[in-house]
């Protein structure tokens, strides 16, 4: 088991710029989870899938915000033309769908910097 | 709009001391979550609370929650420099089966001082 993992770790990008993160979850896990954390804040909440499906995406900040997971496997953001408030803690996590426990494991994050 | 409030928001405490956190949140729900965050690391699941009056011990952590009373507590015993940590609670909007969006409160950063 290797945990979520996110790439690129760090990501320091011009405002107006496209930038894409990825996510790979826990490989048996289902649901795949977007949040973003800002300074002394909890994370909150983006978007989640189900295997494919895209099954919320309301919470999404803005139409510049965009995910997918094409074959139920890896997931990614993208943030069109960055703003600097755009700038936070990208974080991903996965969970499995199973009876009544149903943990969401987190990956180490991407931190955005929008200059 | 569930909300979830964490107090206090900073706790400063010496060691071999016990203490308290709580987490309140506005909705109903039975399913809440404790989790641990390192500066600059990811969260660690620490519990999972699945029903009124569920109680839940690791180590010198114990996390209860109390769904009549919209409420969840985190106790620490006889705190260590390694509890050192900021400690997010998060509740389920979500019902039937899984957690679907979890909705976090701030965090409470804990210090434990020699």
Redesign the interface.
């Known amino acids: 088991d290797t945990g979520v993992s996110q790439d690129p770790r760090h990501k320091i990008t011009k405002r107006g710029q496209n930038v894409t993160f990825r996510c790979d979850p826990i490989s048996e896990h289902n649901?795949l989870?977007w949040?973003r954390q800002t300074l002394?804040?909890?994370?909150?909440?983006l978007t989640?899938f189900q295997n494919e499906a895209q099954l919320?995406k309301s919470?999404l900040l803005s139409d510049r915000f965009s995910a997918e997971r094409p074959k139920g496997s890896f997931s990614t953001l993208e943030i069109q033309r960055t703003e600097q408030g755009d700038s936070a803690m990208y974080?991903c996590a996965s969970?499995l769908?199973?009876?009544?426990?149903?943990?969401?494991?987190?990956?180490?994050?991407t931190r955005l910097t929008v200059l | 709009e569930l909300k979830?409030e964490q107090n206090p928001l900073f706790l400063s405490m010496q060691e071999g001391k016990n203490y308290t956190i709580y987490c309140n949140y506005s909705t109903t729900s039975d399913r809440l979550?404790w989790?641990r965050q390192d500066p600059g690391?990811?969260?660690?699941?620490l519990f999972?609370l699945?029903s009124n009056g569920a109680v839940k011990q690791e180590g010198r952590l114990m996390a209860s929650l109390d769904t009549k009373a919209r409420l969840s507590t985190l106790h620490i015993t006889a705190a260590v420099h390694d509890l050192s940590a900021t400690y997010?609670c998060?509740v389920d909007k979500g019902s039937g089966?899984?957690?679907?969006?979890?909705?976090?409160?701030?965090?409470t950063k804990l210090s434990v001082i020699p």
């Open positions: 649901r989870y949040y002394g804040q909890g994370p909150e909440f989640y919320e919470r974080l969970s769908v199973s009876g009544s426990t149903d943990t969401q494991y987190f990956g180490p994050g | 979830v979550y989790y690391k990811s969260l660690e699941s999972v699945l997010f998060a089966a899984g957690s679907y969006q979890l909705t976090f409160g701030k965090g």
